[in-house]
C-alpha cells in the first residue's frame, strides 16, 4: 500500500518459533527467548494497557490489539486472564505464559521470567493545570472563545468526520480535525471519548523529538555535534562518527535487525525492532550497545536503536540538571500546551520506551501538532527552538525514498491525498497526527491495530476531501 510507507513497521509475520538465545551477533548483547515466549510478553504488555490505561473490553482488546505480538503460525489458542485486583494481565500458550503489570503513571510493564517486579520505584504524574472543563481550548476543552475560521466548506469537513468512520472493519476509534487552530471536526467510536488514552505506538517517536528539542533550546545538545554516548568514543569504536542529526534522521547506521528491512531475512533471528517491546531489557542499553552495520548517514533505515538513543539523551540531561526524569514531559511540555495527561510507558528499568508504548488522546496530539504548525510557539511564547518544524519536516539525506525526516514522516513521495509539505507522526496500527502547512490544518486518527489497512483507506479518503473543503494559506 502506497499510503502505509512502513506497513512492515511491526512485526506481522516474525520468525518462526525456534530458540533464538543461541543467535550469534557481531557484538553487544543476543535476544533471549523463543519467539512464542516473548510475543506471549508483548500481547500481555498490550493487553493490559487496553484494559488499565485505555479502559478498554478486554474480550474486544485482546482480539483487535496484541495479536500481531505473535508469531502468524502460532496466534491460535492463545488465552489470557485478567486480574484486577492484582492489576496483572497473563497471555498463555501451550503451557507458556508471560505476563504484565500495571504501575499507574507509568502504565504496564512486562514481568521478567526470572523476577517478579520492576527496577524502579514508579512515580506519580500530576499536571499543574486546572480542571480541563474551566478552561477554553486549547489550553482546556471548553468551546474557543476565539471566532471561528471563515472561509471552510462545513458541509464537506463533516463528509470527511464520515469517510473517517465509513468502513466499520477499520475500526476507528477517533477523528479529530483542527483548522487555523479551531477544532472544527471531531468524532470517536462507541465506548471512547476524548478523555480514552489510546494506543500511539511509534508516534511517540516524534513526540521523543518534541521532547528532545527542550532541551536543544536549552543549549544541551546541537544536532550537528557527535552523539555524546562513551563507548562509542573510545579508540577505534566506528561509532564515534555518529552525530546527533544522524539518529534523528534515523541514518545513525547502527545494526538492528527490523523486518521492515529490504534485505531481512528470518535466519537472522529474533529482531532487535521488537526485542525491545518483548524482551523486559533495558531498552537504551540494549540500542547503546549495537554495532554498526553502515556508515553514519548513508543509508536511512526505520530502526527503533535511533530515536531510544535520543531518548537516552533526554534522560542524561534531564537527570544531570538533577530533575526527576519521570514527570520531564509532563511539566516541560505537556501543562505549556494544555495536556494533563499522557501515559508514557517505560521498560523495567524506568526508561521511556516511547518507539510504541506510549498512550495518548485526539486531542493531545492535536495540540502537539498546533505546536508544530505554529512553528514550536504556543500563544506567544517559543517552546521549540526557531526551525524546529522544518528540520523534522525536511526529507533526512540518507533515505532513498522522500518519506522521512526528522524523527517524523514526510509525504515526500505524495502516498498521503494532502500537499506534500505535509509532515505526520505515525504509528502502526493506523496512529496519525498529520500537520499541512499549506492549509493550516492539523488531522488526528487513532485506532485499533486490527483495523489498519481498512483504517488507513478511509482515512486517505477524508484527507482528500479535508483538502477540498479548506481554501490553501495564503502565501
Known amino acids: 500500500m502506497r499510503n502505509w510507507p512502513y506497513r512492515t513497521l511491526l512485526l506481522l509475520s516474525i520468525a518462526p518459533a525456534l530458540p533464538v538465545c543461541g543467535q550469534q551477533r557481531s557484538s553487544g548483547l543476543i535476544p533471549a527467548g523463543t519467539s512464542v515466549e516473548l510475543g506471549l510478553a508483548g500481547y500481555a504488555k498490550v493487553l493490559c494497557s487496553a484494559v488499565f490505561v485505555s479502559n478498554r473490553d478486554p474480550v474486544e482488546a485482546f482480539h483487535n490489539s496484541g495479536f500481531f505480538m505473535m508469531p502468524s503460525d502460532q496466534q491460535d489458542g492463545v488465552t489470557y486472564n485478567v486480574d484486577r485486583e492484582k492489576r496483572v494481565v497473563t497471555v498463555a500458550r501451550n ?6 503489570k500495571f504501575y499507574g ?27 480541563a472543563a474551566s478552561q477554553p481550548w486549547p489550553m482546556g476543552d471548553q468551546a474557543s472563545k476565539e471566532k471561528a475560521p471563515i472561509g471552510i466548506d462545513a458541509a464537506r469537513v463533516e463528509k470527511a468526520v464520515d469517510l473517517a468512520f465509513s468502513d466499520p472493519a477499520g ?25 480514552t488514552q489510546l494506543e500511539c505506538w511509534s508516534m511517540g517517536k ?14 544541551l545538545y546541537k544536532l550537528e555535534d557527535p552523539a555524546p554516548v562513551p563507548d562509542w568514543h573510545k579508540p577505534g569504536d566506528p561509532r564515534d562518527g555518529i552525530k546527533i542529526a544522524d539518529l534523528m534522521h534515523m541514518s545513525s547506521g547502527l545494526r538492528f535487525i527490523a523486518t521492515q528491512d529490504p534485505d531481512y531475512t528470518p535466519d537472522e533471528g529474533y529482531p532487535d525492532h521488537m526485542y525491545i517491546y518483548t524482551g523486559a531489557v533495558d531498552v537504551f542499553k540494549y540500542s547503546l550497545s549495537r554495532p554498526l552495520q553502515f556508515p553514519p548517514n548513508t543509508e536511512g533505515r526505520y ?4 530515536p531510544l538513543t535520543i531518548g537516552w539523551l533526554v534522560k542524561q540531561a534531564v537527570t544531570k540538571r538533577g530533575e526527576e526524569y519521570l514527570t520531564f514531559p509532563q511539566r516541560a511540555l505537556f501543562d505549556r500546551i494544555g495536556i494533563r495527561r499522557q501515559v508514557l510507558e517505560t521498560d523495567p528499568y524506568g526508561n521511556f520506551v516511547m518507539t510504541g508504548y506510549d498512550y495518548g488522546t485526539a486531542r493531545n496530539w492535536a495540540r502537539v501538532g498546533q505546536l508544530y504548525l505554529q512553528d ?13 518544524a522544518k528540520f523534522v519536516s525536511t526529507l533526512a539525506p540518507a533515505w532513498k525514498r522522500p518519506v522521512y525526516g526528522g524523527l517524523f514522516w514526510v509525504n515526500g513521495d505524495g502516498a498521503w491525498k494532502i500537499p506534500k ?6 504509528g502502526a496500527g493506523g496512529q496519525r497526527m498529520f500537520v499541512i502547512p499549506s492549509h493550516d490544518l492539523v488531522v488526528v486518527r487513532l485506532g485499533h491495530f486490527r483495523g489498519d489497512r481498512a483504517g488507513m483507506k478511509t482515512l486517505n479518503a477524508a484527507l482528500a476531501e479535508l483538502i477540498a473543503a479548506v481554501p490553501p494559506k495564503e502565501r
Open 171 to 195: 475500526l476507528t476509534a477517533a477523528f479529530l480535525v483542527l483548522y487555523k487552530g479551531h477544532i472544527v471536526g471531531e468524532r470517536y467510536m462507541s465506548g471512547i471519548t476524548k478523555d
Open 376 to 388: 514550536g510557539v504556543w500563544q506567544g511564547q517559543r517552546i521549540l527552538p526557531e526551525g524546529w
Open 421 to 426: 509539505d505535509a509532515y505526520f507522526a505515525a
Open 303 to 306: 530502526r527503533n536503536c535511533d
Open 206 to 219: 516524534s513526540m521523543t523529538a518534541t521532547l528532545f528539542a527542550l532541551l536543544v533550546k536549552d543549549g
Open 95 to 100: 503451557g507458556l505464559s508471560r505476563s504484565a
Open 105 to 131: 503513571d507509568q502504565g504496564c510493564i512486562i514481568q521478567s521470567k526470572d523476577h517478579e517486579g520492576i527496577y524502579f520505584t514508579p512515580v506519580p504524574v500530576k499536571t499543574r493545570l486546572p480542571d
